[in-house]
């Protein structure tokens, strides 16, 4: 490509990222947010966030002081849209389809749930309450088709779409900054932006002007896997009463969220998230104590859309989120592969962008989100159950330990085989550690602290009607 010496030295380096994502069909907007990121990893920009800019957080406002609040949250609702991230593949658990579309409890998916949720609310409220799917190109098609089963899901929002598509931007070089060829796999030189793309996405496709001129104006935000993020009409009601523009439901770290990210304040007195690719490797222990920081994000967030409408309108559309820079290999399984940069933002970090932003402690409860086949089994068990409107309610209140060996339990098809009659009844259990080739068959209970180690290459099986209490048992 040729190189025009009358452009700036910045518009001379992007542009054959311009060329790329222009021919890719990306609109102008995605571009333009592309390139803001693209001049911070020019200057060196690592994304960073230390100690010398921010500090913890003390008090937090807690959902169960929301009193008085339901009926705002009613009159609200014919105002309001339901958005569940749905990009993921879920292809750390062997998935070659939408993660959404993986059975969470018997032989009901994900979105069936979601969609079971949405339409027992709509009945409830006697409101259309949209609900928009945020999909990648590669989930689209496969959770269209299921939503098709419900045909009342669309007849009751339209002329709101369904869903519409996060977009997608260079990997690039480590060293030249330009994009990766990759041309035996070119979908390899692709990579998601995070979810921080929601806003950009609204803005650029026209759905958030859409949205408005027909009269929405509060937007509830979750990821598909996490069925505890449900619309609550309390916390709704709070939103629009106080007239809120952005806020994050959090809840409190355990041991188990050590390496998660956390919410911070900076030096102003601004609410801060800190992702854990942004923390400086020498303060690793400082992020990681759970008593200094915290409140982490759940990723439940409630927008109000005049408000991004005018943020984005004062930035030109650019809403300038932190930057989160990960460094990979082109083919992530293989390091022999070229190295390669990610440029993402994470949608909670416009919590900083929003004048009047709060967060709301909200029970663990809310969050139930299935990132791995162990959190998986939990959904699985009788530590939860599901109302008729396809909420999950979780049944043990105490702590629960899991460990499955992912050589054996890994993969969904793996989990599935090694439990073919369901999972263990957890209700009593403490803990459950299992390492080696062991499967359940039915009725098996754990109770208190339970350790199962197989050393051996052949299978072995828990039989069926087993109480397993207080064991650790190695074979």
Known sequence: MR?????SPLEQRFAPVREKMTEAGLPELAIRTFRHYFAQLLD???????????????????????AGRREDGRQALGRTVIIKLNGGLGTSMGLDQAKSLLPARADTSFLELITRQVLDLRRG?????????????ATDTDSLALL??????????????????????????????????????????????????LYTVLQASGLLNQLLDLG???????????????????????????????????????????????????????????????????????FQDIERYRYFNTNNLWLDLQALAGELETRGGVLGLPMIRNVKHVVP?????????????????AIEV??????????????????????????????????????VVPVAAGPLELELDPRYFGTVSNFRARFPQGAPSLLEAEALRVRGDIGFEGDVV????????????????????????????TG
């Open 44 to 66: 060196g920009g690592s994304g960073q966030l230390g100690e010398d800019r921010i500090g913890p957080i003390s008090d937090v406002e807690a959902l169960g002081d929301l």
């Open 216 to 286: 929405y104006r509060y937007a509830f935000v979750s990821n598909a896997d996490n069925l505890g993020a449900t619309l609550d009409l309390d916390i709704l009601g709070f939103v629009a009463s106080e007239q809120i523009p952005f806020l994050m439901e959090v809840t409190e770290r355990t041991a188990a969220d050590r390496k998660g990210g956390h919410l911070a304040q900076d030096r102003q007195g601004r609410l801060v998230l800190r992702e854990s690719a942004q923390c400086p490797p020498e303060e690793r222990e400082r």
């Open 148 to 197: 098709d089963q419900w045909p009342e899901l669309g007849r009751g929002q339209a002329p709101v779409p369904r869903s519409f598509l996060q977009h997608r931007v260079p990997r690039l070089d480590v060293a030249s900054h330009e994009p990766v060829a990759w041309p035996q796999a070119p979908q390899r030189e692709w990579c998601p932006p995070g979810h921080g793309d």
């Open 3 to 7: 190189t025009d010496p009358s452009r």
């Open 446 to 473: 754990v109770r208190g602290r339970v350790s199962l180690v197989n050393e051996h290459a052949t299978p072995r099986w828990i039989p069926a009607g087993s109480v397993l209490s207080d064991l650790d048992e």
């Open 333 to 349: 399984e293989d390091p022999g592969t070229p190295e390669v940069v990610q440029v993402e933002t994470a949608m909670g970090s």
């Open 354 to 391: 929003f004048a009047g932003a709060r967060i709301l402690n909200v029970p663990r409860s809310r969050f139930v989100p299935v990132k791995t086949t162990t959190d998986l089994l939990v959904l699985w068990s009788d530590r939860c159950r599901l109302d008729d409107a396809g909420r």
């Open 125 to 137: 409220a006697g409101a259309g309450v949209p609900l928009l799917l945020m999909n990648s190109f």
